[in-house]
């Protein structure tokens, strides 16, 4: 009879336990999912001094593989970080669905006229005038990254908080 309580038990925590609870999409196509509705990102480089900088950023969207393309000022002090280090992170958050999804990975600074013309969007023609040279692209390339949806019901470890890891 203990036994056969422990095991109703254990049962109905395995099945009130959110975090065990796995969604009918995958990882990859729930971050996909967070980053459209999230429509932009933070982009996080590292300066000499170790410190972290954010800014609000305009991407694309990612492509099979999660590689992100952005654009750019090439005089903007986010190149001239990445140029130094090119780890960097992006971060999307969806408000509505309260989801978000960090990526981690590295960047690179691209200037190449058939990818500048590929990566181009009209609504940035304020923004740079001249597209040959005030306009520059940044090509991130993710390495591993988190999930939390409160929609998929993916919340982390209840103790740790530690999220599900993505892995490219």
Avoid: H
């Amino acid at each position: 009879m203990r036994y056969f309580l422990v095991l109703c038990l254990l049962t109905l925590f395995v099945s009130c336990n959110s975090e065990t609870q796995l969604p009918k999409k995958n990882l990859k196509e729930i971050a996909r999912e967070i980053i459209i509705a999230s429509k932009n990102c933070a982009l996080i480089t590292v300066d000499d001094n170790g410190e972290a900088n954010a800014r609000a950023m305009d991407p694309f969207l990612p492509d099979e593989n999660f590689t992100i393309w952005m654009g750019t000022n090439p005089k903007s002090l986010k190149v001239a970080q990445i140029k130094k280090n090119s780890k960097t992170t992006l971060y999307y958050f969806d408000a509505k669905n309260v989801s978000y999804v960090t990526l981690k990975g590295n960047s690179e600074i691209v200037n190449t006229k058939r990818l500048k013309d590929k990566f181009w969007k009209k609504e940035w023609k304020n923004f740079y005038k001249n597209r040959t040279t005030d306009y520059i692209l940044i090509k991130f390339t993710p390495t591993k990254g988190n999930v939390i949806s409160e929609k998929y019901k993916i919340l982390g470890d209840s103790i740790t908080w530690k999220t599900p890891q993505l892995n490219f």
